[in-house]
């Protein structure tokens, strides 16, 4: 299981008010937390808010560089902003997040493939998420067919299982379960990736919520979660689920842990 940590995130008003304030020992303090918690890459988000997105990116990603060893999934609305960035980020590996069939993505395809980076395909419709699993297969098709012939390796394509808020999406999560086992069936080489805090947006009490659709999507096949590794109860999961799943040769880790 490849994990992203999701929490350098401007979405979230604790890290939007830090980066409003430059509050370097609080960011600091989320990477070194995030980083403890297992991350393999740490997910960097600064568009809120949009006219300070690059300002707030470069002071992040710089501190990021500077505190960490985790990769960098590098996650902007703007390609532009992305490739402006792809230069500063040397010997780490990076996931650009993310690419779709509607935008014009050409010359970011083109950098990130000779960067060596991996990218997240976005299978949308018309920039929305679509209901039906069959129409998020199509997409992620055409999406993979498109990343292949710029050069990219399956192995390097990770496909976004859609997750939306039960919230509002009563079978949202049985969705994007269906969506992850269809996604493994049909291109066993391609990675899949899911946002698990998205699922129980709105919500109370949503780390329950959360650990318990890791636990189910891990099952379901998937490769790379994003998620709060902050959070007292994704280590656990984490690590009774490896156990569960045969991928903890022996139980050697969860033996060591529970001891």
């Known amino acids: 299981m ?3 940590g999701e929490s350098l995130n401007s979405s ?63 996650d902007a609305a703007s390609p532009e902003l992305m490739m402006e960035f792809l230069p500063k980020i040397k010997d780490r590996k990076l996931i650009i997040n993310s690419v779709t069939l509607e935008d014009r993505y050409e010359r970011l395809i083109a950098a990130a493939r000779e960067r060596g980076a991996k990218i997240v395909g976005l299978p949308l419709s018309g920039g929305q998420v679509p209901d039906s699993v069959s129409e998020r297969l199509e997409n992620a098709e055409k999406l993979i067919e498109k990343l292949k012939a710029a050069g990219f390796q399956e192995g390097d394509i990770f496909i976004d ?13 049985i969705a994007t379960l269906e969506t992850i086992r269809q996604l493994k069936a049909r291109f066993p080489g391609v990675k899949t990736v899911a946002g698990i805090s998205n699922i129980s947006y709105g919500l109370p009490s ?26 007292y109860n994704t280590a656990e999961v984490l690590r009774v689920c490896n156990a569960l799943l045969g991928w903890d040769a022996g139980c050697l880790e969860y033996i060591k842990e529970e001891k």
């Open 12 to 74: 979230i008003p604790e890290i939007q008010q830090a980066l409003k304030a430059h509050d370097e020992a609080y960011m600091v303090d989320m990477i070194l937390r995030q980083e403890a918690g297992g991350a393999d890459y740490l997910d960097i988000n600064a568009a809120v808010p949009f006219d300070r997105e690059a300002e707030n990116m470069a002071w992040l990603l710089g501190l990021v560089l500077k505190h960490s060893s985790c990769g960098i999934s590098l």
């Open 2 to 4: 490849i994990l992203v």
């Open 206 to 231: 949503r780390e329950k919520l959360n650990a318990v659709f890791l636990a189910m999507a891990m099952q379901a096949g998937l490769d790379c979660a994003i998620c709060n590794l902050t959070a």
């Open 161 to 173: 299982a859609l997750v939306r808020p039960i919230s509002f999406y009563r079978n949202a999560a």
